[in-house]
C-alpha cells in the first residue's frame, strides 16, 4: 500500500483522530487562489490558438451549424463559459497530502508545529468510498499535475484513462468498466480515448463533444437561439451526464475533465510533490449529498471563512493510519519527549485506533 503524508497543526490532528473524520477543502479555497482556475485559463488559451479546429467543428455539424456558431460566438454559449458553469455548480472538494516525508518545507508550511500523519491512501480511500449515498459522488486519488500557462497543451502530460481511477459507491474503476464494455458491444471504435494521455487530444474530443451536444439539442427543439445562456449550459450537463451504453466515453470525458481542473495547478509548487484526494457530486442542482460546512482559516496577517465537507465514520482511520511524526518544534517545549510520545500513542488507543501505529519525533532539531 502507498503511504503519503499529511501535515497538519495538533487542533487538527486531535479533530481527526477524536472526531473519526476529515475534512476536504473546497477547491478555490486551497494554498493556491489559481486552483481551478488554471485549467480553464489553459482551455482558453487552446481555443485562441485554434479557431479554425472550432469552426470547421461547427461546420461539420449538419444543417444547423449556422444556429450553433450564433450560440456559441454571440449568445455567450462558448466552451470556457459552459466549463465556469459546471465548476460553480458542482463543487470540488479537495484533501491534500504530499509524498515528502518529515521535510522542513513541510513543517514549515503546514505543520504549524503539530503532527504529520503516515496514510495509507488506499486504505483511506475504502474507508471514504464506504460513506458515499448516491451514484452521482465520486472519489479519486491522483499525483497533482503541475503546469502553467506558458506551455504549450500538447506538452501537458495527463494521466490516460487506463492510469487514472474513479470510483463510485458501486464501483471500484468506472473508466476501466466503460472501455471494456465499449470494446465488447460498441459498434464504434471509441474505446480508444481511454488510452490517451495527450491533453491536447483529450480537449479536441471534448470540443467535438460539446459542439455536437449544442446541435442535437437543438435539432430536439430543446433550446434555440433565444435560450438564455445559463439554460443552454444546464440542458448541455444534463444530456452529458444521461449517456451510456456507446456512448459512455462521452459522459467519461466529462467526468474526466472535471477532475483535471482539481488536479492541475501551478508549477510554483511543484516543491510540494502533492497527492489529493478528490470528491465531487455529478450534480448541478443546489441540493448535494454533503452539506457544506464553513470554518476559519488563519493566514497571518489575516483570516477568512472557508468552505468544506466532512467525511467520518467510525473505521475512517483504523485502515488506513500507520505513523505519527510530531514537528521538530515540539521538541524544544518543556516537556518529556518520551513521554509525550507515549501520550499520543495513549490518546490513539483510547480513540478506537491499533497499538501498532508508530508514534515518533521528526528527524530534525531546529532552535527556537
Same mark, same amino acid.
Given at each position: 500500500?502507498?503511504?503519503?503524508?499529511?501535515?497538519?497543526?495538533?487542533?487538527?490532528?486531535?479533530?481527526?483522530?477524536?472526531?473519526?473524520?476529515?475534512?476536504?477543502?473546497?477547491?478555490?479555497?486551497?494554498?493556491?487562489?489559481?486552483?481551478? +482556475?488554471?485549467?480553464?485559463?489553459?482551455?482558453?488559451?487552446?481555443?485562441?490558438?485554434?479557431?479554425? !479546429?472550432?469552426?470547421?467543428?461547427?461546420?461539420?455539424?449538419?444543417?444547423?451549424?449556422?444556429?450553433? $456558431?450564433?450560440?456559441?460566438?454571440?449568445?455567450?454559449?462558448?466552451?470556457?463559459?459552459?466549463?465556469?458553469?459546471?465548476?460553480?455548480?458542482?463543487?470540488?472538494?479537495?484533501?491534500?497530502?504530499?509524498?515528502?516525508?518529515?521535510?522542513?518545507?513541510?513543517?514549515?508550511?503546514?505543520?504549524?508545529?503539530?503532527?504529520?500523519?503516515?496514510?495509507?491512501?488506499?486504505?483511506?480511500?475504502?474507508?471514504?468510498?464506504?460513506?458515499?449515498?448516491?451514484? $452521482?459522488?465520486?472519489?479519486?486519488?491522483?499525483?497533482?499535475?503541475?503546469?502553467?500557462?506558458?506551455?504549450?497543451?500538447?506538452?501537458?502530460?495527463?494521466?490516460?484513462?487506463?492510469?487514472?481511477?474513479?470510483?463510485? $459507491?458501486?464501483?471500484?474503476?468506472?473508466?476501466?468498466?466503460?472501455?471494456?464494455?465499449?470494446?465488447?458491444?460498441?459498434?464504434?471504435?471509441?474505446?480508444?480515448?481511454?488510452?490517451?494521455?495527450?491533453?491536447?487530444?483529450?480537449?479536441?474530443?471534448?470540443?467535438?463533444?460539446?459542439?455536437?451536444?449544442?446541435?442535437?439539442?437543438?435539432?430536439?427543439?430543446?433550446?434555440?437561439?433565444?435560450?438564455?445562456?445559463?439554460?443552454?449550459?444546464?440542458?448541455?450537463?444534463?444530456?452529458?451526464?444521461?449517456?451510456?451504453?456507446?456512448?459512455?466515453?462521452? +459522459?467519461?470525458?466529462?467526468?474526466?475533465?472535471?477532475?483535471?481542473?482539481?488536479?492541475?495547478?501551478?508549477?510554483?509548487?511543484?516543491?510540494?510533490?502533492?497527492?489529493?484526494?478528490?470528491?465531487?457530486?455529478?450534480?448541478?442542482?443546489?441540493?448535494?449529498?454533503?452539506?457544506?460546512?464553513?470554518?476559519?482559516?488563519?493566514?497571518?496577517?489575516?483570516?477568512?471563512?472557508?468552505?468544506?465537507?466532512? !467525511?467520518?465514520?467510525?473505521?475512517?482511520?483504523?485502515?488506513?493510519?500507520?505513523?505519527?511524526?510530531?514537528?521538530?518544534?515540539?521538541?524544544?517545549?518543556?516537556?518529556?519527549?518520551?513521554?509525550?510520545?507515549?501520550?499520543?500513542?495513549? !490518546?490513539?488507543?483510547?480513540?478506537?485506533?491499533?497499538?501498532?501505529?508508530?508514534?515518533?519525533?521528526?528527524?530534525?532539531?531546529?532552535?527556537?
Amino acid at each position: 500500500m502507498t503511504s503519503l503524508y499529511h501535515y497538519t497543526s495538533v487542533y487538527g490532528f486531535e479533530g481527526i483522530v477524536r472526531n473519526k473524520a476529515i475534512r476536504m477543502t473546497k477547491s478555490e479555497f486551497l494554498n493556491d487562489p489559481y486552483d481551478c +482556475h488554471l485549467f480553464v485559463e489553459i482551455i482558453g488559451k487552446y481555443l485562441k490558438t485554434h479557431q479554425e !479546429f472550432l469552426s470547421d467543428v461547427i461546420s461539420s455539424v449538419q444543417n444547423d451549424s449556422e444556429e450553433v $456558431r450564433t450560440l456559441y460566438s454571440e449568445k455567450g454559449c462558448d466552451l470556457v463559459r459552459y466549463i465556469e458553469y459546471v465548476q460553480k455548480s458542482i463543487n470540488v472538494y479537495v484533501m491534500s497530502f504530499t509524498k515528502q516525508d518529515d521535510t522542513m518545507n513541510m513543517w514549515n508550511y503546514y505543520g504549524q508545529g503539530g503532527m504529520e500523519v503516515e496514510i495509507l491512501v488506499d486504505g483511506l480511500v475504502d474507508s471514504l468510498r464506504s460513506t458515499l449515498g448516491s451514484e $452521482r459522488e465520486f472519489l479519486t486519488k491522483a499525483s497533482v499535475i503541475y503546469a502553467n500557462i506558458g506551455q504549450g497543451v500538447e506538452d501537458i502530460k495527463v494521466p490516460n484513462f487506463s492510469d487514472f481511477v474513479l470510483m463510485s $459507491r458501486d464501483s471500484e474503476n468506472i473508466f476501466e468498466e466503460h472501455r471494456s464494455y465499449i470494446k465488447e458491444k460498441s459498434y464504434y471504435q471509441t474505446d480508444q480515448l481511454y488510452a490517451t494521455s495527450n491533453l491536447g487530444n483529450f480537449l479536441k474530443t471534448y470540443i467535438k463533444g460539446y459542439i455536437y451536444s449544442l446541435s442535437h439539442l437543438l435539432k430536439c427543439g430543446e433550446i434555440d437561439e433565444d435560450t438564455d445562456s445559463h439554460e443552454v449550459f444546464r440542458r448541455v450537463f444534463q444530456n452529458t451526464a444521461q449517456l451510456n451504453d456507446d456512448l459512455f466515453w462521452k +459522459h467519461d470525458l466529462s467526468l474526466y475533465m472535471l477532475v483535471l481542473s482539481a488536479l492541475i495547478k501551478s508549477d510554483t509548487y511543484q516543491y510540494e510533490d502533492e497527492y489529493r484526494i478528490v470528491y465531487f457530486e455529478h450534480n448541478i442542482e443546489p441540493d448535494k449529498e454533503k452539506d457544506e460546512e464553513y470554518a476559519i482559516k488563519n493566514m497571518a496577517p489575516s483570516c477568512f471563512l472557508h468552505p468544506y465537507i466532512t !467525511f467520518q465514520s467510525d473505521g475512517l482511520l483504523r485502515d488506513a493510519l500507520k505513523s505519527v511524526t510530531i514537528s521538530p518544534v515540539t521538541r524544544n517545549l518543556p516537556i518529556d519527549n518520551e513521554a509525550y510520545v507515549d501520550t499520543v500513542k495513549r !490518546f490513539l488507543v483510547g480513540q478506537g485506533l491499533s497499538a501498532e501505529v508508530e508514534v515518533k519525533y521528526s528527524k530534525h532539531n531546529i532552535r527556537w
